[in-house]
Structure formats: structure tokens, C-alpha cells
């Protein structure tokens, strides 16, 4: 019987990549949009400071770039299991630490409870997904502990 656990890993991988990917979209908004969502969201008007403007559209292409990697690890993941489990170790310190920023500066409450914790939520479902993947891939009766010999 076929392993079922790797299409859903694989699956989780590029819902990830399309939601990194969407950040994008910011990176080209125009600051009167950008700011009227800002209103919108309750933080009120976006200063049209430089630095304002590099660092929302900035950020938004580091979430863009990162999009790629986990659409490129869904591909084979058994062959990347080690850096699919890496990033999710990266991602889940990263979650906390956005839950701690946003705590620390103030943000709304809504903001707060989500940003933070779902980004952790999906690393640690990534984690546990690709942990549970068994030692060898159905496609091969070797194990797939080093990758960097394929």
C-alpha cells in the first residue's frame, strides 16, 4: 500500500509557498493603498516616511523569497525531509518570535493572536508531517538519511 503521508506533506509544503508567495502583492501596492489598509486594520495612517516604504515592501519580499524553497522541497520530500525539518525548526522559533514582538510593541489584539501562532502552527505541522515520513521513500528500498549524495 502506498505511503499517504507524503502528498499531505507535500501538499502543507505549497499551501505554504502560496502563502509566501502572496506577499508579493505588497511589494507593488501604492502607498495610498497601503495606507488605507493600514486605516483599515485599525494602526492608522501609514507615515510616508523612506524608511516606512523600504521596510513594509522590504519585508514583503523576504516573505515573497521564501515562497520558492518551500514549493521546491514539496517536490521530493523525502530526497529534503533534513531541510524541510530545518525550515520548520526555523519557522517555529520564528512564529514565537513574532509573537513576542507583537506583544512587546503593542499590536492589536487580533493581529496578536494570529500572525505569531499560525506561523508557528504550520511549522509545527510541517514538522510533524515530515517526521512521521517513514525512514525510506516507497520509490527506493535505500534510506534517504544524507542528501547530499543523490
Same mark, same amino acid.
Not at 93 to 102: I, K, Q, R
Given at each position: ?82 531541510? @524541510?525539518?530545518?525550515? &520548520? $525548526?526555523?519557522?517555529?522559533?520564528? #512564529?514565537?518570535?513574532?509573537? +513576542? !514582538?507583537? /506583544?512587546? @510593541?503593542?499590536?492589536? &489584539? $487580533?493581529?496578536?493572536?494570529?500572525? #505569531?501562532?499560525?506561523?508557528? +502552527? !504550520?511549522? /509545527? ?26
Amino acid at each position: 500500500m502506498p505511503d499517504r503521508r507524503a502528498p499531505w506533506l507535500a501538499l502543507t509544503l505549497w499551501f505554504e509557498c502560496v502563502i509566501l508567495l502572496s506577499a508579493l502583492v505588497a511589494v507593488f501596492l501604492p502607498h495610498s493603498m497601503m495606507s488605507a489598509i493600514h486605516a483599515e486594520l485599525g494602526l492608522g495612517p501609514l507615515p510616508r516616511d523612506t524608511i516606512v516604504q523600504y521596510l513594509t515592501r522590504s519585508l514583503s519580499l523576504v516573505y515573497a523569497a521564501a515562497g520558492p524553497l518551500a514549493g521546491f522541497l514539496a517536490r521530493d520530500v523525502y530526497r529534503y525531509r533534513e531541510v @524541510i525539518a530545518f525550515q &520548520a $525548526y526555523v519557522g517555529i522559533v520564528s #512564529g514565537l518570535g513574532l509573537l +513576542a !514582538l507583537d /506583544l512587546s @510593541i503593542g499590536m492589536p &489584539a $487580533y493581529w496578536t493572536l494570529c500572525e #505569531g501562532p499560525s506561523a508557528t +502552527a !504550520l511549522a /509545527l505541522i510541517v514538522l510533524i508531517q515530515v517526521r512521521r515520513l517513514p525512514p525510506t521513500s516507497p520509490a527506493s528500498d535505500r534510506p534517504e538519511h544524507d542528501i547530499g549524495q543523490r
